[in-house]
């Protein structure tokens, strides 16, 4: 299932960031997801996503797509 937020902030060199989701917790971004994408992320840029629960049982974004 798809999900649309906002990026909240991503910081290349540290390799992760955060994005904000109306009525949710903020969602991880990794680095890896963000260059799997090809996307550039900014702060406020609109995008849709699949959460994935990792090994440590906290949930990322991957798949991610800039949203209309």
């Not at 702060?43 to 996503?49: N, T």
């Amino acid at each position: 299932m798809m999900i649309t937020g906002t990026v909240k902030w991503f910081n290349a060199d540290k390799g992760y960031g955060f994005i904000a989701v109306d009525g949710q917790d903020d969602v991880f971004v990794h680095i890896t997801a963000v260059q799997a994408s090809g996307l550039n992320l900014k702060e406020d840029m609109k995008v849709s996503f699949e959460k994935e629960q990792g090994s440590n049982g906290k949930y990322s974004a991957v798949n991610l797509t800039e949203a209309d």
